[in-house]
């Protein structure tokens, strides 16, 4: 069992920058790879980025150049970098873990959410 939380959520204006944070906890070795998604009402969950443990990452082209995943392994803390936000941003953001290879929008744990709003 996996478990994870997110934080970090809150009113920012559009052209601002936030950043998120996932903490992780429970049996996390062997974890194949930690992401984000989000989904925001009236709307379908929207995959956002993932990163191979020990390998690639990959970021939808929606927040491509905009969006950066990291972690930080001493701390089991995953974090989701958002810069130059827009209103279409707004949404309850998600972090994910994956055991094993999965399909797009297919995810093995995930946590609560936090919710980003941007607007003026």
């Known amino acids: 069992q996996v478990q994870l939380a997110e934080s970090g959520g809150g009113l920012v204006q559009p052209g601002g920058s936030l950043r998120l944070s996932c903490a992780v906890s429970g049996s996390i070795s062997g974890i194949y790879a930690l992401g984000w998604y989000r989904h925001a009402p009236g709307k379908q969950r929207e995959w956002l980025t993932a990163?191979?443990?020990?390998?690639?990452?990959f970021t939808a082209n929606s927040v491509k150049g905009r969006f950066t995943i990291s972690r930080d392994n001493d701390k089991n803390t995953q974090y989701l970098q958002m810069n130059s936000l827009k209103p279409e941003d707004t949404a309850v953001y998600y972090c994910?873990?994956?055991?094993?290879?999965?399909?797009?929008?297919?995810?093995?744990?995930w946590g609560q959410g936090t919710q980003v709003t941007v607007s003026s």
């Open positions: 990163e191979q443990i020990g390998g690639d990452t």
């Open positions: 994910y873990c994956n055991r094993a290879p999965r399909i797009g929008g297919m995810y093995d744990y």
